[in-house]
């Protein structure tokens, strides 16, 4: 069964750090895209990262800088480091699984239920 499941959300002040998980199976990072999105509330779902099978990554504009996606092929694991956090990063994070293009990262095809990141001024 191919399933992907967020950790690591929680409450932080503003300034602080947080590090998302998602545990991925049932299926390769080699064979895909995988990454992060967010939905704050009352908003629509966004892009954050997402990294390529090859290795590139892509970060929305708005977490330039501070936040770095990373993943462990071996133990099909993506990770999402958060610095420097700011009150409107408040939102659920979700983990996807992406289909390949040229360039990068396509269409999600497979959803995590997401973890609530919550900043606090």
């Known amino acids: 069964e191919v399933q992907l499941v967020e950790s690591g959300g929680g409450l932080v002040q503003a300034g602080g750090a947080l590090r998302l998980f998602c545990a991925a199976s049932g299926f390769s990072f080699n064979d895909y895209a995988i990454g992060w999105f967010r939905q704050a509330p009352g908003k629509e779902r966004e892009r954050v990262s997402c990294?390529?099978?090859?290795?590139?990554?892509y970060y929305a504009d708005s977490v330039k800088g501070r936040f770095t996606v990373s993943s462990d092929n071996a133990e099909n694991m993506l990770y999402l480091q958060m610095n420097s956090l700011r009150p409107e990063d408040t939102a659920v994070y979700y983990c996807?699984?992406?289909?390949?293009?040229?360039?990068?990262?396509?269409?999600?095809?497979?959803w995590g239920k997401g973890t609530l990141v919550t900043v606090s001024p």
């Open positions: 990294i390529s099978n090859d290795g590139r990554r």
């Open positions: 996807a699984r992406q289909k390949l293009v040229t360039g990068g990262c396509g269409g999600v095809d497979i």
